[in-house]
């Protein structure tokens, strides 16, 4: 009867629990969109450039070679490697949850129990064999295995395993997001670069026929066609000159040590492609369709990756309204003194326990470890839906770049070849006494200008290739 009766009070608080773990609290939920455009300028050509391998996609193998160094030695991506370790160690962590806990050790001590209390009544009375008295003190000696394992009925353990398992992921497209971004930041500081050579080639170059062109008006000076004031101004031309060079040799120290920041070192000369940079002629690009950026950008992959930890992290937090079933035992050897331990079996201890605990009353933490980790699901959908806009945008924008400076670039290189002739005419009148020296210096001026544009506008067209196959997700394989 009594044990019947247990029974009863067993089954009336696991159907207690049961029921108010059924109450959860109702939450509003969103769902990310997925939907793209079907294209960027209507085509539905699905080759994409962002899928070549870095090696592939730059030609250059100075540039090949810097990147190469950087991905072995840039501190920024070696941080994130650790955060891969980091994720994978969690998943461990998480798997061992939910399997048996065993632990093996001993245990020694002394009890001495007061006369006037029933243990020590007890004691005082009671032989441990036939005419031989409990040891008093009593001495205790225990040796054995001891095992513990929560039954995982919920999946609350198995799900906590899951959402690390997809924040490893997101650990591993976040170090391939870090990769693209760095292979993009060593190119497009290694076409800077080769812009500030060629702005010191071209200056340099001015600098020698500004000095021609100072000695004629000397010369002009001594037939007295001219008076100090054209001698003075040209002179003051040159050094203007002169002293743009130091400017532009400081943004290439800046420029190299940029690099060599990327790439882990110390500052040193970086080793570079010495060709006419105006030469350099734009990779062209493929850009696919925009369905590809889900499955290209790691940017997006990994936003992917933490709204499915997010999901499941819900989940693991409704688990706590639920009853909660552990299992223990216990087998081992105990005795007052060590030499008994080895009388098997009367030294053997055993037991077996199952125990179930749920909240009842006052779920506020669990309340609000449930809607804080809802909340955090929404962050993770809005992020996600953030992501993926924010790809489609820099891949529109920089289609939209490319175009418009291939035609920027047509028009200033006109502009030049246009001021470089001017050059040579405004000389020829000058020699005839047919202009002012004014013009010539006008001309001269104009004309360096517009070079050193051409040479920013090309800097920009390389720069436009490197940016798009970023956007595009390529770098990391």
Known sequence: MRNKRILSWVGI????????????????????????????????????????????????????????????????????????????????????????????????????????TLPGATEEITEIKPGKKTPDPLSDFRFGATASWEIDIWHKLRNAKKAAAYRYLSSVDGKNFTVTNLVSEIASNYYELLALDAQLEILQRNIDIQNNALKIVKMEKEATRVTELAVKRFQAQVLNTQNLQYDIRQKIVESENRINFLLGRYPQPVVRTHQNFETLMP???????????????PDVKQAENDLAAAKLDVQVAKANFYPRLGLSAVLGFQSFNPVYLAKMPKSIITSIAADMAGPLINKNLIKATYYSANAKQIQAVYNYERTVLNAYIEVANQISRIGNLEKSYDLKKSEVDALNESINISNRLFASARADYMEVLLTQRDALESRFDLIETKMNQMNATVSIYRALGGGWR
Do not use: H
């Not at 159907?15 to 294209?39: D, F, Q």
């Not at 070549?52 to 990147?67: E, G, P, V």
């Not at 920024?76 to 632990?103: C, S």
């Not at 850009?287 to 950026?293: A, D, H, V, Y």
């Open 13 to 116: 608080a696991f159907i207690s629990l049961a029921y108010t773990a059924c109450k959860t609290p109702t939450l509003v939920t969103k769902t990310e969109n997925k939907a793209v455009p079907v294209s960027y300028t209507g085509s539905q050509d699905s080759t994409n450039a962002g899928k070549l391998s870095w090696k592939t996609y730059f030609a250059d193998s100075s540039l090949q070679a810097l990147i190469e160094q950087g991905l072995q030695g840039n501190q920024e991506l070696n941080i994130t490697l650790q955060e891969i370790q980091i994720a994978n160690n969690e998943i461990m962590a998480r798997k061992g949850e939910y399997m048996p806990f065993v632990n093996l050790g001993g245990a020694a001590g002394v009890e001495k129990a007061s006369r006037y």
């Open 283 to 297: 990779t062209i690009i493929q850009t696919g369709i925009p369905t590809q950026l889900l499955e290209n950008r």
